[in-house]
């Protein structure tokens, strides 16, 4: 079902080298025609649902690593305070640390590129580190790296003319690499023509060098190793140099072995996996297909999540009880398109429910008109499972994307995503496919990472809060833990200003609430409005159509 899936295959890069930009975030007041028209209600303004809050209730932390990237524009990371960034994507699969190459897969016919000075290992974790980002460096597992190439055209690639005469697209760049097909068939590569075999120890050897230039993990060297990415793609991704379907045993052995590697090379860093690339890796092995089948059932009817998690935790338990697995990891992509028309914007809008909502049937080809699967909850099922098999570690999603970032239903979705992980516990998440500094996707970080241009942020204590129509007025809130503020995001999902009630429990506040607003109106800042009054624990604001709004309450 790969097809199916998000096309975002390119280079995950380091932080990109792209010129320093202004914050675009308004700190004050912008313009007092501009606030009024945020702040007033409008006279055509429709009822909307009830909102409350008990901020003595479902108390939890939300971790700032859910607000993480894998790229970002340098000025845009430092503006946000970019809490974790990753070394990831297909190319890290056979990157070689030793050369400084990568082979591009099935991405851009199979070639060897040696990166430049700012596209190496260590520039990331340098860059990153610099600014205060986590770092997440991916190992490879598929046991092949990129072998030593050329620096420029004609490089050495999977499928070279030379050996292959025909195929059905070459690269027009460079003509004697292919894309490995013959009238649609796979033809089988050399592996050697591109890449040279390593083993577990490679791992080890990576951490180890990352090690002697950046410290230990515990002196404030790399926190976070990824045990490769979407392992079970490797037979369409690399299929030059690993053709086979992944099985259950070599997920678990080279998983196993990779993990007690980086251990032992920096016993402080945590280990990251399995990062499948959606549902079908979620529960299936490349053996199986998009469902459990032969090999689930060798392995006690697991699926391979399941079995995966199993598999570390009796690998931990047979060596002493060490922890080789920190975070269960998995990507998620709705199979949305990034069309931005009024059935793309709705479905956009509803599907983030498949985070967390055990209602909601997915719309695609994951639910009944494809592979039927149950409701996904994919937050709350990855818990479940970690509470089953490997009680402990920690979850995180390293690329998710819910596309149109370059338009305001974009930057709803993503502003309803962020509240969703922080309510539902996620420790870690990193957007692949980041909107630049001036789409509407980036407000959607700013409002939660830096809402007044002066590095204010949401609430770092989830608290209850909760709408008697979640598909009309998302609402998520939290409260900070430096000044006590109650901090409420509403995301409005419908055309129509709604004006709504919110009951606010278990907090005292100053009387007033501060209000911030980004929507299609403005979409270049985030307006100041005027402040909302709270009169006995109780306030009514309006919330103009497709737009995300920050209430903040200061504590009395």
Known sequence: MDTQRWQHRQWSRSIPTVGVVASLV????AGAAAATSAGATPAAAMAGPALSVDVAAARHTISPDI???NGADPAFAVEIGLPVARWGGNASSRYNFQNHTYNTGSDWYFENIVTGPDGTVEAF???????GAKQIVTIPLVGWVAKDSPQSHPFACGFPATRFPQQDAFDPWDTNCGNGKLDGVDLTGVATDTSVPVDASYGGAMVSHLVSQFGPAASGGVPIYQLDNEPVLWSATHRDVHPEKVTYDELGGKGTAAAASIKAADPGAAVLGPSGWGYCEWVASGLDGCAPGADAAAH???NLSQWYLKNMKDFSDANGGQRYLDYFDQHYYPAIDGSVNPTANALRLRSTRSLWDPTYVDESWIGPSGVNAPPLQVIR???AWVAQYYPGTKIAITEYNWGANDDINGALAQADVLGIFGREGLDLATMWGEPQPT???AYAFRMYRNYDGEGSRFGDVSVSATSSDQGQLAVYGAQRSTDRALTLMVVNKTGDDLTSSVAVAGFSGTGAAQRFTYGPAELTSIVRGDDVTVDAEALTATFPANS?????????
């Open 300 to 302: 006690g009817g697991l």
């Open 67 to 69: 607000y993480g990237l």
């Open 381 to 383: 099922t990855m818990k």
């Open 548 to 556: 995300v709004t920050l209430l903040v309450l200061p504590q009395r």
């Open 439 to 441: 789409q509407p996707g």
């Open 26 to 29: 308004v700190g004050s007041v």
């Open 125 to 131: 974790v340098q860059t990153n580190a610099a600014r």
